[in-house]
């Protein structure tokens, strides 16, 4: 089934990617209808028809479905941080495991023709064994919040195959854009900007897949749009693998800043070494990537040297 516009409910509306993936429903001309525990003024109101402002899981929840009616739902809502899910695994349970079955079940219950796209994450693959890393590969979490996005994925296709609610997982691998005040890319540009002196964990020979948020957006919409929705998985990247040396070297001189890269050799367990996606499967959906990396960083570290420093 090929989707041409309808009304698209987003959890976690007001969050980093749910924002960017809002505006872009909008503009493909959807009625986009938002879900975030915010107050309004958080939200990204030019982007929504409606807006509504809850925890969830929620029993409010229900009603917005069955007034809504959704044509789909893309599940932003969650924890997103690995560390975090380490000193924690119980909040990140409940915050992802818990909530993502709450969300599935309420569809069974309430919307049974609403389609399901699930915000998973590379972490569920660990340490990939090959590059790059396809979905066929074995998964291999090594942090909770990995194992958590993988058990989300299960319940995914659980729902499909045993109760037939069409749904996708996307296994996003590092995502960057403005906007977002945490991770790798802004972690540099603090520490150029405001402490004046670059120290990461690492060797620096690690390496990520960085896709810009624009990209992550336009691939929800297409696979929400043209995948068959049987419980089948996506990787969701560049294809294209930087260390974080380089990524730091490129930041540092749109910075226009002389500073020397530290680093501290230590790499925490729960962190992968290597990541490149194979991005085959997305692309026969008729998707390519358009933010290169170097157009990326050069507008993300304008927008954090003028929120940093004006």
């Known amino acids: 089934m090929i989707l041409s516009s309808g009304t698209v409910l987003i959890t976690g509306v007001g969050g980093f990617l749910g924002r960017y993936i809002a505006r872009h429903f909008a503009s493909d001309g959807w009625d986009v209808v938002g879900v975030d525990r915010h107050a309004l003024e958080n939200a990204p109101v030019r982007s929504l028809k409606a807006y509504h402002a809850m925890e969830l899981p929620s029993p409010a929840f229900r009603s917005l479905i069955e007034t809504s009616k959704p044509t ?35 569809l069974r219950l309430f919307a049974p023709g609403c389609r399901m796209v699930f915000l998973s994450s590379a972490a569920v693959y660990g340490n990939p064994a090959t590059l790059p890393t396809s ?30 609610i069409h749904g996708a997982s996307l296994r996003i691998f590092s995502a960057y854009g403005p906007g977002l005040r945490r991770q790798v890319l802004w972690d540099i540009c603090y520490k150029a900007l405001i402490e004046n002196s670059v120290k990461l964990q690492g060797t620096g020979k690690e390496t990520r897949d960085f896709i810009h948020a624009t ?19 996506y990787n969701v990247a560049s294809g294209r693998e930087i260390t974080i040396a380089e990524l730091a070297r490129c930041i540092l001189k749109e910075l226009r800043s002389d500073l020397i890269l530290e680093l501290d050799g230590v790499i925490p367990v729960s962190t992968p070494r290597n990541w490149r996606a194979d991005i085959s499967k997305l692309r026969s959906l008729g998707y390519e990537p358009s933010v290169p990396l170097e157009t990326g960083i050069e507008s993300f570290a304008a927008w954090a040297r003028a929120e940093l420093i004006g």
């Open 135 to 164: 979905e066929t590969d074995p998964v291999m979490p090594v942090s909770p919040y990995g194992f958590h996005k993988f058990l989300g994925e299960q319940l995914v296709t659980e729902f499909y195959k045993v109760y037939g």
């Open 72 to 106: 789909v739902c893309v599940h932003c809502a969650g924890r997103a941080s690995v560390p975090q899910s380490v000193v924690d695994p119980v909040r990140d349970f409940e915050g992802n495991t818990h909530l993502t079955f709450e969300m599935l079940n309420t």
């Open 215 to 233: 990209d992550i957006a336009r691939a929800v919409l297409s696979i929400a749009k043209a995948a068959p929705m049987t419980g089948e998985v």
